[in-house]
């Protein structure tokens, strides 16, 4: 089989606030064009992890690589300019700001056909192009999370990192951001990281899940086949 290239590739990271040590050595990695998940109750340490790799809250020792760069401890937005596109659970949309301005800001230009453009966010999500003028913060949270999910395309990245997208979603939104992240990201080959506690999601979105322990530590990786055929697995994990 063909050996791709570690994309995203963590060794032994620990991270703290303060004296509070968060992640007791991490070590994952993610391939090229591949959708991975971590899973982990809440307070595991899965946000922590996410804001390791962007360098908001930077390790005190392992090693972070991107498409082989050791970016550790990098500012977080050298990390996105590297190709990485953080989409946090509170989505951060600028208040005062249109959805347009939103859009606008974050975008990269792309050589290319499947370059993301405003115009062509407008044309796959609907429910950003009727609202182009309207206050970004004044939308409701799911179509929040769609403008988010937007903003992080339209920076043409290679890879999305995206925390718990469906945190507070009516199960129909979530079924509306999940065909999202499915046709836009995992389908277009753009490489996906998603944390979530809904692990549904997860398996619909992701090949490959990490779990992860209240120590911030990997116990195990399956694949969504191996987590399918033996639901006792996400059981016994997520379970309190
Ligand atoms: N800013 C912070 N300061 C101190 N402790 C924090 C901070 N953010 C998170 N924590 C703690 O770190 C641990 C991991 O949190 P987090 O990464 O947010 O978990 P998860 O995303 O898996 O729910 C938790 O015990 C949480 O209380
Ligand atoms: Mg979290």
Redesign the pocket.
């Known amino acids: 089989m063909e050996k791709k290239n570690k994309i995203l590739n963590i060794e032994n990271i620990q991270t703290y ?2 004296e ?1 040590h ?1 992640i007791q050595g991490l070590s994952m990695y993610v391939e090229e064009q591949e959708a991975v998940s971590i899973l ?10 996410l ?1 390791s790799i962007m360098g908001l ?1 930077p390790p005190r020792s392992g090693d972070i690589h991107i498409d082989g760069t050791k970016t550790t401890r990098w500012q977080p937005h050298k990390v996105s300019k590297l190709g990485v596109a953080y989409v946090p ?1 509170e989505r951060h949309i600028f208040p005062g700001l249109s959805v347009e301005e939103n859009l606008k800001l974050a975008a990269r230009p792309l050589n290319g056909n499947d370059a993301w453009t405003f115009e062509k966010v407008c044309d796959h999500f609907p429910v950003l192009a009727d609202r182009t003028n309207q206050d970004g913060s004044t939308l409701s949270g799911g179509e929040q999370q769609m403008l988010a999910i937007g903003r992080a395309l339209i920076s043409n990245p290679r890879i999305i990192i995206m ?2 997208p469906s945190q507070g979603l009516s199960p129909l939104l979530v079924q509306m951001i999940t065909d999202v992240v499915l046709k836009f990201c995992v389908e277009s080959g753009i490489t996906l990281l998603i ?1 979530e ?1 809904n692990y549904r999601m997860a398996l619909k979105v992701a090949s490959r899940h990490y779990l ?1 322990d209240t120590k ?1 530590e990997i116990v195990n990786v399956h694949s969504t086949e191996e987590l399918v055929d033996n639901p006792q697995i996400i059981q016994s994990h997520l379970s309190v």
């Open positions: 606030y303060g509070s968060v982990g109750r809440n307070g595991a340490g899965k946000t922590t992890t804001r809250t659970a925390d718990e944390v506690q992860m911030g």
